[in-house]
C-alpha cells in the first residue's frame, strides 16, 4: 500500500508520540493496587497497547517501512521490559515481551486492510473541509 497524505498529519504524529509517551510512562511507574485487579488482563493490555501503537504509526507510512517500525516498537517492549527489572515493584517478563510483539505483528498485518486507513477515512469524512 502506497503512504496515504493525510491533511493533518502534524496532529496525528503528536498523537501517536503521546501513545509512545504513555506506554513508557504506563511502563516504568509502580503499578498500583487497583491494576492488580486486572492482572488476568495483562497480557491483552500489552497486545493492546503495542497493536495500537504499530497501527497508529502504519497510518502514513509505506508498506515498505513497516518492518522498520515494528522493529522500532519491538525493540521498545524488550528495552521496557529490561528496564523494569531494575524498577521496584516492576518485574521485566518474557511473555509480556511475546504479547507486546504479538500486537505489532497482527497490527502490521492489518495494516494493508481498510483498518490502515482509519486516519485517511477520518479526516476525509468527519474532518472534511466545507
Known sequence: MNKIQLHYL????GVGCL?????????????????ELFRINDKIGHFL??????GWFAQWHDSKQYKY??????????????VQTFLP?????????????LGVLIAWGLA???????LFRF???????P
Open 89 to 101: 515493584e516492576r518485574i521485566g517478563s518474557f511473555l509480556d515481551i511475546a504479547a507486546n510483539s
Open 123 to 129: 479526516e476525509n469524512t468527519i474532518l472534511r473541509k
Open 49 to 54: 497497547a503495542y497493536g495500537t501503537l504499530m
Open 112 to 118: 494493508n486492510t481498510f483498518l490502515g486507513r482509519i
Open 69 to 82: 517500525l515494528a522493529t522500532i516498537f519491538i525493540a521498545q517492549g524488550i528495552g521496557l521490559e529490561i
Open 19 to 35: 501513545l509512545v509517551g504513555i506506554v513508557v510512562i504506563l511502563s516504568v511507574i509502580s503499578p498500583s493496587s487497583n491494576v
Open 10 to 13: 502534524k496532529l496525528w504524529k
